[in-house]
């Protein structure tokens, strides 16, 4: 028993080697910092502040993730005119998806092997516009897709990368009001992939700042699945899945 005002011998160790493992005295806190198991996947509470991409929306946790929009009517029937910004390490991946119930008449939006496509079939004969340049670069760029009846357009970071006619004699859109943004579920998107060169999994990474006829696309997503706010941390290496 050691009682007040006794001198206790501490150990010294002249050996080399792993120094001794030795347990705290009941009542004390052990030296040294704590060792807390991390996991391997980020989550919001890790990656970090906010990114550059301001109220963007970080797709792609999961093949299918998406957001959708019901609206009254899809305004799409004439001319349409889209903008987006996004930021991706990803060369696939859809951005933005709107159809007839058949998949015959759609507009479409997304990546493959980092390139940028712009599609859209009135019913008689797809147009399709993509750039030469690759995307994936983790760098912010703007989007802007949009058509007139037969004749579409895209252009990136205010640069032209082409335009194009839709074949045959029809010339209105007839698509349902329901936009998808980021991806599509499973199943609608195994019959949306032929109008997508095969891509069937969501946009893997940041999309911001939607608009339509040059304003801010304001409306409240109908759902949301496996989309969250993104952060300064999901582009750095091995953050994605």
């Known amino acids: 028993m050691v009682h007040p005002g006794d001198k206790i011998e501490v150990p010294v160790y002249t050996t080399s080697g792993p120094e001794p493992v030795t347990s705290a005295a009941p009542g004390t806190t052990p030296a040294g910092p704590v060792v807390v198991p991390q996991c391997a996947l980020p989550n919001p509470t ?22 959708t929009f019901d609206l009254k009517e899809s305004g799409l029937r004439v001319k349409s005119e889209f903008s987006i910004r996004l930021k991706t390490t ?31 079939d009135c019913g008689t004969g797809e147009a399709v516009i993509s750039s030469t340049k690759t995307y994936d670069d983790g760098q912010c760029h703007t989007v802007l897709f949009k058509r007139h009846l037969k004749q579409g357009m895209l252009e990136i970071d205010g ?33 949306a992939a032929r109008n997508l060169m095969g891509i069937k999994t969501a946009f893997q990474g940041c999309l911001a700042d939607f ?7 304001t409306q409240d997503p109908s759902t949301q699945n496996d989309v969250r706010k993104c952060f300064s941390a999901d582009y750095e290496e091995g ?3």
Do not use: C, W
């Open 46 to 67: 890790t990656l970090g502040s906010p990114s550059e991409m301001g109220e963007g929306h970080f797709f792609g946790t999961t093949p299918f993730s998406h957001m």
């Open 211 to 217: 608009s339509k006829e040059g304003a801010p696309f």
């Open 90 to 120: 990803s060369g696939n991946g859809i951005i933005f998806y709107v159809s007839d119930t058949r998949h015959k008449d759609f507009l479409a939006l997304f990546m493959k092997q980092g390139q940028v496509f712009f599609s859209f």
């Open 159 to 191: 640069e032209m990368i082409g335009d194009d006619l839709s074949k045959g004699g029809a010339r209105s859109l007839n698509v349902q009001p329901i936009y998808y943004l980021g991806g599509l579920p499973e199943d609608f998107g195994k019959n």
């Open 239 to 241: 953050s994605f899945f």
